[in-house]
C-alpha cells in the first residue's frame, strides 16, 4: 500500500489492458475502498489500517472476483450502481444498489454520471485534502495532462456521457481520482478555477471525435 494523500491510501497496480493501469484506493475515514484490488497480496496491509467496511464501484468492469474475496476478508458491504446489478451481482451480492444522486451515511456522495457505461457513478468525499472526486472511467487525464471523456466506441453513449460532464463541471473538486489511466498516476491535484476548463476539454475531444469520424 502506499499512501498517496494523508487519509488515502492505493494498492498495487493492475494492468487491465495494455497502456492502462488501475489501482484500488482506501479513504480512511469511511474504511471506504474505492474501485478495486487487483489481488489478495496486500490484505495484511489493508488490516492493519484498519480494514474494509465499505466497498464502492464505479461500474461493472471493475467488478471480478476480488469483490467476493474482499466481502470475506473484511465483512465490507458493497456499493455498486443499480443499473448494473445484473452484471455485477453475478461475481458478488450488491448489498446497496445505487440508483440516484445522494449523500450517504459515510460522507460520501453519490453521483450517478451514465454514458461510460449505463451505470457509471462517481464519488465526492469530504477528505483531509480538500473535496476528492472518484471519477471511474468517466473522465481521465492522459500522460499529456489533457482531459479525455471516457468514451469507447460500441459500448458509451456519447450523448449521455455528455450530460454526464456537464453535471461534474457543476463540482469544485481538490483532487480527482479515475479508475482506469495512463501515465504515472491517476491522482490529480486541481488548481482552484480550472475544473471546469478541464471538463470543457473533455467535452470539446468527445465531440470532436464525432465530427473527424463523420468527416473522414
Sequence with gaps: MRQVLKDIWETRPDNPFPGLTTHAYLWTPAQALFYSPATDAEFDELSD?????HHYLSHRDEAG???KAVARQFGSTLHAPLAELDDIAKLHRVDVP???RHIDTNGVEVIPTPGHTPGSTCYLVPGAEGRY???G?????TPRGDWWAGYLEGMSDRHTLAESLRLLATLS???VISS???GETAVHRIEPGQWQDHVAQAL???FSATRNVRGS
Design 49 to 53: 489500517l484498519g480494514g474494509v467496511t
Design 180 to 182: 482506469a489511466f495512463q
Design 137 to 141: 472511467d468517466t473522465v481521465i487525464r
Design 65 to 67: 472476483p476480488m469483490l
Design 98 to 100: 445505487l440508483g440516484s
Design 204 to 206: 470539446d475531444g468527445l
Design 173 to 175: 473538486p481538490d483532487v
Design 133 to 135: 472526486l472518484f471519477t
